[in-house]
């Protein structure tokens, strides 16, 4: 299985990822597709054995997402950041043993946060009343709490491995998202094409998580996740309303 890591000024994040003999060993190659960094991000990954695409410019996340699965080979392959940690052989032949059922699309393991605890990454879809409960009372009305592998609606992009059957029957990720609702968007059509999406609690890997959506209101990273929150409600308006006034989805049942 072959990963795929996009980057941005990330020189610090991809030197300790790379440099990590347990990732290095867990997958067949790992491609870097780089949006345009102005630090040293490219010389590290180049001189640290990664299959480097430089895109010479940051068209977004999606963007950099579709160009590395397309590089990919396989019928299999993982999207990670590249500021994920502690990936060993084992951790992707579990997360590939999901993969194995013709059902799921994608998996996703738990992630640490560099405190201990874990980062609320698998989901349902949120509402906008949902997020600003989120934000403004630092409430997680749509975090999905369990102990065992689950079907959800969404997980985080930091960490997942996909199915490239499905990935190509939905068309990848949405390259109309630059920042911010890319995986939420591309759980929803997952669902809507009948694979499943699989969270499993039970594998862990570390995320360096910075939480740049949660600053002020004027900050370039907030602006992006309002920016891609419209995207997603313009495509998806069922998902304006609560959860609870909401049809049910098609999501694949595992048997």
Known sequence: MDAVVVTYNSAREITRLLADERVAGSFERIIVVDNGSSDATLDVAHDLGALVLDRGGNG?????????VRAAQGDRFAVINPDIGSITPDVVERLARHLDHPAVGAVAPA???PGGELQDSAREVPSPLDLARRRFWKQIP?????DRPVIVDWVVAACVAIRRDAFEAVG???ERY??????????VRMRRAGYAV?????????HGHAAASQASFSSWATRQHLRSAYTFYS???G??????LRPPGRAAVLR
């Open 198 to 206: 699989v969270y499993d609690p039970t594998i862990r890997v570390l």
């Open 235 to 237: 495509r998806h308006s």
């Open 60 to 68: 977004g996340f999606a963007v950099g997402v579709n160009a590395g």
């Open 142 to 146: 749509d975090g999905v709490r369990t």
């Open 239 to 244: 998902y304006l309303w609560p959860r609870r």
């Open 178 to 187: 630059f920042l911010y609702f890319e995986d939420v968007d591309f759980g």
């Open 111 to 113: 992630l640490q946060l």
């Open 172 to 174: 990848g990720f949405d």
